[in-house]
């Protein structure tokens, strides 16, 4: 993992907010290294800032917001710095790629699906009319859509909701992107359609030689696709390691949290575990460990200092102080050993 | 559960259409079910397979083409007295998807949660009605002070408890929840799921679960049918037809379910459905049969002879 080349570098990243004349920071001093080839899963609840820290790559944030610290490395190039727009679309679409969640409201109802296909390959790849035409059509193909040259000619309403999140897709991939954004891609899709829309992101993945990102709130998406997963919790990147890692040895209470709430885990007629409270208000100061005031196995220390990464494995850090080798040992939930006593198992056997 | 089950709500060969002649479309066809007393029920299928309508229809939002609706002994579907329609209004209510959109914006938690006793007047003072109204959001663990405020001062999880407090403030007997938390976080999917489960304790009530999320159906029902084009076509104790299931549909439904656990979610094996090289239903159309005790399924002579064949082999494998 370590000597793999480090296509996009994110250092110390604060994004900021106006709202209302008040400052939210949505973003605070995050710092990622993404490796070409992999498919990483940023997972989070609502509000942790997982959309807004990708969006960031592209320039996407709404227009009261800002970066206010911390660099984006990209190509050499520090994107933090970018101001105009005309900066930006040198790698928007055409180098960083997204996918949207909500594939009714992705496309265009006026133009058919494959003009808007090529319109992306006539933008991004200096290609033009027939031969265009001839690369939308293929691309549509390999996104699985059956008889492309007749669905070239259909409008998007004519589509399924599956069928459109291809297209979407579609148009993502014909810009022959380096790094894809898949934000919620498979949301608003039910399981059925869920699984083959992934299924057709990772064969695309190795097609195309993408870099990619899921952002996602279902660990169980997560599972399937990622590489690795970043658990994002009140702007920052609280543990990150190999998706097995962050599974079955999770170290940060909020993955604790967060796996033990799934239902997957709980037992029938027995309540299932929540986390109690609700995340900071981003628009204060946070002191300490963001999590601490919902952790009810907080350490002292938690209310006071802000805890740095704690090395688990070359591949496997975590931000929390128990894992500080002056820290008093503390029991993971129940549910929590299960998995790790299947992860051990698994290593053995 | 294994006491006498007494049958709350029965759904017998239901049929909904919507439009007319050329137009026409069947959402609901020929759909047979029944709902036990304090047991909560799962419908689960994909977007337009109609487990909405079905709903709906209960609760007298939908017109039903043909078929009947009988809730505690009366049939409450088509044209009933404006006492019955009062009395299924007040014992069946409904939970909504999406709290975001399901609250009105400009009336107060007050009013939204009195709404339903407003138009049934089933409150002799205005000092009753607020006492119920105030129970109701203890209740759903908030707090009566919120009563005066308005519901974008909520995050998702209170609204959706605001619209579990409306519900019951009429004192319920059935609840329908039609996916009460898929527009909900995991961490308030599960303080939902404990509050509904909570109340059902405490209050008796019966829940008909509507939700494509499959593991969460695991979890909370106790029985689930599974619904495809609008037919029913498979229905079981929930455990037993998540551990055998024999539709080539719910199999394929059920090989979909994203697992949280890395090494079994990639050795899992999808299974696709596909009507027209699974059933050869020209010849010898399907039946709705009980194929083991409590254990439906819509299938023919030969698919039936297959299925049996299955659970043979499950059950040989159970044993040893």
């Not at chain 2, 104790?237 to 439904?253: A, D, F, G, Q, W």
């Amino acid at each position: 993992m370590e000597d793999r080349k480090v296509i996009l570098s994110v250092r110390d990243l604060v994004i900021k907010f106006r709202l209302r004349g008040d400052i939210l920071t949505a973003i605070r001093e995050a710092s990622l290294d993404l490796y070409e080839g992999e498919s990483l899963a940023i997972v989070g609840e609502s509000g942790s800032g997982k959309s807004v820290f990708t969006k960031s790559f592209m320039g996407l944030l709404d227009a009261n917001g800002w970066i206010d610290a911390g660099s984006i490395i990209f190509e050499g190039e520090d994107l933090a710095q970018y101001k105009i727009e005309k900066d930006w679309l040198k790698i928007r679409g055409k180098k960083i790629a997204m996918v949207f969640q909500d594939p009714m409201t992705s496309l265009n109802p006026l133009k058919t699906v494959g003009k808007q296909v090529q319109e992306a390959i006539e933008l991004h790849q200096g290609i033009k009319g027939e031969e265009a035409k001839d690369l939308a059509i293929s691309i549509l193909e390999d996104v699985g859509i059956h008889d492309p040259e007749n669905r070239y000619k259909q409008y998007p309403h004519e589509f399924s909701g599956g069928m459109r999140q291809r297209v979407v897709i579609a148009i993502a991939v014909a810009c022959n992107p380096q790094i894809l954004i898949c934000d919620e891609p498979t949301t608003a899709l039910d399981v059925t359609i869920q699984a083959q829309i992934l299924e057709l992101l990772k064969g695309l993945k190795d097609k195309y030689n993408l870099t990619t990102i899921y952002i996602t709130h279902d660990l169980g998406v997560v599972a399937n696709v990622a590489d690795r997963i970043a658990v994002m919790y009140a702007g920052d990147i609280i543990e990150i390691g190999k998706c097995e890692e962050v599974f079955y040895n999770p170290q940060h209470p909020y993955t604790w949290a967060l796996l033990s709430s799934l239902p997957q885990l709980g037992v029938k007629g027995h309540d299932l575990f929540t986390i109690k409270g609700t995340p900071p208000n981003l628009f204060y100061e946070i002191k300490g460990d963001a999590f601490a005031p919902r952790n009810p196995r907080a350490l002292k220390i938690d209310f006071v200092k802000r805890p740095p990464y704690f090395q688990v494995s070359p591949t496997h850090k975590a931000k929390t102080w128990l894992l500080d080798p002056r820290a008093p040992k503390v029991d993971p939930p129940e549910s929590i050993r299960v998995l790790r006593q299947q992860w051990e198992v698994g290593n053995n056997g | 559960m294994d006491k006498k089950k007494e049958v709350l709500l029965e759904v017998k060969n239901l049929r909904v259409e919507f439009g007319k002649r050329r137009k026409k479309f069947v959402a609901v066809d020929n759909v047979s079910f029944h709902i036990y007393r304090g047991e909560t029920f799962g419908l689960v299928g994909e977007s337009g397979s109609g487990k909405t309508t079905i709903g709906r229809a209960i609760i007298r939002l939908n017109e039903t083409a043909e078929g009947e609706i009988i809730f505690d002994g009366k049939k409450i579907n088509g044209n009933i007295d404006k006492e019955l329609d009062k009395e299924v209004t007040r014992r069946i209510q409904m939970i909504f998807q999406d709290p975001m959109a399901s609250l009105n914006e400009r009336a107060k938690v007050e009013y939204i949660v009195s709404e339903g006793l407003y138009n049934l007047k089933n409150y002799k003072t205005d000092e009753e009605r607020k006492a119920k109204v105030e129970k109701a959001m203890l209740d759903v663990g908030l707090l009566p002070e919120f009563l005066s405020r308005f519901p974008h001062e909520f995050s998702g999880g209170q609204r959706q408890r605001i619209g579990v407090a409306r519900a019951i403030v009429m004192e319920p007997e059935l609840i329908i929840a039609d996916e009460p938390i898929s527009a909900l976080d995991v961490s308030i999917r599960a303080q939902v799921l404990n509050l509904m489960a909570d109340l059902q304790k405490k209050k008796g009530l019966t829940y008909l679960f509507i939700a494509h999320d499959l593991s969460v159906v695991r979890f909370i029902t106790d029985r689930v049918a599974v619904i495809y084009k609008g037919k029913i076509v498979e229905l079981a104790e929930t455990e037993r037809l998540y551990r055998t299931p024999l539709h080539p549909y719910t199999r394929s439904l059920f090989s979909a379910i994203p697992i949280p656990d890395p090494r079994k979610e990639r050795a899992k094996n999808l299974e696709v459905y596909d009507p027209s090289c699974h059933h050869d239903y020209d010849k010898d159309p399907p039946r709705w049969v009980e194929i083991e005790p409590e254990h439906f399924i819509l299938a023919n002579e030969r698919e039936l002879e297959e299925y049996r064949k299955m659970l043979a082999k499950n059950g040989v494998q159970a044993i040893g």
